[in-house]
């Protein structure tokens, strides 16, 4: 977010996918919570959108309040592809930027979507 002129404190961002694995509603260990938590504790506004999962158990097991539903389009500062559920990479890079600010970045940590497609991955 730095290297693209985005400030990182009161910024949002969008985590897509929660679940342990992709297209299973299975939530035991998953490691994206490390994730949101380490973009918590840097005061960024953190929105989880996982349509495989049960929010209530999510909610449950782990304290976090998931989005019911997609989110508005242009609203965060960045997107993180978190878990390669088909329904995301159905989408590509363009649909999934669709719901970040234009100035926005995505990073991939699947590395499902093409490099050039994606301002970072693993």
């Not at 938590?37 to 158990?57: F, G, K, S």
């Not at 978190?82 to 329904?87: F, G, K, T």
């Not at 930027?97 to 590395?111: C, E, F, Q």
Request: with cysteine; aromatic share 8%.
């Amino acid at each position: 977010m730095l290297n693209n002129s985005i400030g990182v404190c009161n910024s949002r961002v969008l985590v897509l996918g929660f679940a342990f694995k992709e297209n299973c509603p299975d939530l035991r260990n998953t490691r994206v919570i490390d994730i949101i938590q380490a973009l918590r504790e840097y005061n960024i506004a953190v929105d989880c959108y996982d349509p495989w999962i049960d929010r209530t158990e999510a909610k449950q097991e782990y304290g976090l309040d998931c989005l019911p539903e997609a989110p508005a389009p242009g609203s965060y500062d960045a997107v993180i592809l978190a878990v390669a559920h088909r329904d995301f990479i159905a989408m590509g890079a363009t649909g999934i930027r669709n719901w970040a600010k234009p100035t926005s970045i995505l990073y991939d940590v699947k590395s499902v979507l093409p490099v050039g497609s994606v301002d970072g991955r693993l």
